[in-house]
């Protein structure tokens, strides 16, 4: 499984990006999903994360009703829309395919990871 996240970039404090998330083969719509990223310096923490059938998404307490995590299984690809981004949102971004169909916090749960998407966010 191979995937590819996309969607990162340089926005003002305040802006709006959104994530994506492709997966090579149809392999990940009976799994949930995963988003976390990694700051310099700091471990790989959670974001984000979705069930397979998209009806039940986790967040991290500082991202909620900032950020949307969504999927299409028909394309294979899931979304987190981000809003209102702070300078602390500063992270490389990836994604990730769970070994399971429930979402989870836990990074230990997840089995594929995509490389990374970098988002940088300027005050």
């Known amino acids: 499984v191979q995937l590819q996240a996309s969607g990162g970039g340089l926005v003002q404090t305040g802006g709006s990006l959104r994530l994506s998330c492709a997966a090579s083969r149809r392999t990940n719509s009976n799994n949930a999903m995963g988003w976390f990223r990694q700051a310099p310096g700091k471990e790989r923490e959670f974001v984000a994360s979705?069930?397979?059938?998209?009806?039940?998404?986790y967040y991290a307490d500082d991202v909620q009703g900032r950020f949307t995590f969504s999927r299409d299984n028909a394309k294979n690809t899931v979304y987190l829309q981000m809003n209102s981004l702070k300078p602390e949102d500063t992270a490389v971004y990836y994604c990730?395919?769970?070994?399971?169909?429930?979402?989870?916090?836990?990074?230990?749960?997840?089995?594929?990871w995509g490389q990374g998407t970098q988002v940088t966010v300027s005050s």
């Open positions: 990730a395919v769970s070994r399971f169909s429930y979402p989870s916090r836990d990074r230990t749960n997840y089995a594929y």
């Open positions: 979705i069930g397979w059938r998209g009806g039940t998404t």
